[in-house]
T-cell receptor, first 111, second 116 residues
Framework: GEDVEQSLFLSVREGDSSVINCTYTDSSSTYLYWYKQEPGAGLQLLTYIFSNMDMKQDQRLTVLLNKKDKHLSLRIADTQTGDSAIYFCAEKEEGRRALTFGSGTRLQVQP | SAVISQKPSRDICQRGTSLTIQCQVDSQVTMMFWYRQQPGQSLTLIATANQGSEATYESGFVIDKFPISRPNLTFSTLTVSNMSPEDSSIYLC?????????????FGPGTRLTVL
């Protein structure tokens, strides 16, 4: 079955860039997503990328996709304390409607 | 994007009882999903609920334990039956925006369940 993996923890200083990485195994992934979960809250969709794209930029967020290596990353520019949260990558497999989630990366932003 | 609400937002329940969680969407959607997030873990799909048909359950989840209703295109319920402490989790419903080029899924705020 499909598998999505992320590192568990990342700590950065306020104002620096954060890069959160994700690897997946399913070559038939159609869309890949990044969600943010703040303490005690649900999941907020941050951005997504279609599998035939290499890069997508949305304000402070840049998503890079290396389909050959099945590697996805989320870069947050000028990281703020309000960005502290757990970030989940997720993939949608072709022919399947539900998402498969990674384990989540806890981002800690230090002032 | 769809606006999704869940009730209750949290509950503390006794072992052996059942809890029904409601999910309400502000627009008609075809696909609704129920996920579970155990403490410190990622999300695991419980089942997919389409209006007018039986829910489709993932491996490891059964209808007797997690019965689901989907009476119309804006509402669904998930019941956690005969609860044990291992059922303590956040339960989230999500919907697929339709029709959508991106097949994006939006999530409700979750129901935080603690079983004593």
């Amino acid at each position: 079955g499909e598998d999505v993996e992320q590192s568990l923890f990342l700590s950065v200083r306020e104002g620096d860039s954060s890069v959160i990485n994700c690897t997946y195994t399913d070559s038939s992934s159609t869309y890949l997503y990044w969600y943010k979960q703040e303490p005690g809250a649900g999941l907020q969709l941050l951005t997504y990328i279609f599998s035939n794209m290499d890069m997508k930029q949305d304000q402070r967020l840049t998503v890079l996709l290396n389909k050959k290596d099945k590697h996805l990353s989320l870069r947050i520019a000028d990281t703020q304390t309000g960005d502290s949260a757990i970030y989940f990558c997720a993939e949608k497999e072709e022919g399947r409607r539900a998402l498969t989630f990674g384990s989540g990366t806890r981002l800690q932003v230090q002032p | 994007s769809a606006v999704i609400s869940q009730k209750p937002s949290r509950d503390i329940c006794q072992r052996g009882t059942s809890l029904t969680i409601q999910c309400q969407v502000d627009s008609q959607v075809t696909m609704m999903f129920w996920y579970r997030q155990q403490p410190g873990q990622s999300l695991t799909l419980i089942a997919t609920a389409n209006q007018g048909s039986e829910a489709t359950y993932e491996s490891g989840f059964v209808i007797d334990k997690f019965p689901i209703s989907r009476p119309n295109l804006t509402f669904s319920t998930l019941t956690v039956s005969n609860m044990s402490p291992e059922d303590s989790s956040i339960y989230l419903c999500s919907v697929e925006s339709a029709p959508s080029f991106t097949d994006t899924q939006y999530f409700g705020p979750g129901t935080r369940l603690t079983v004593l």
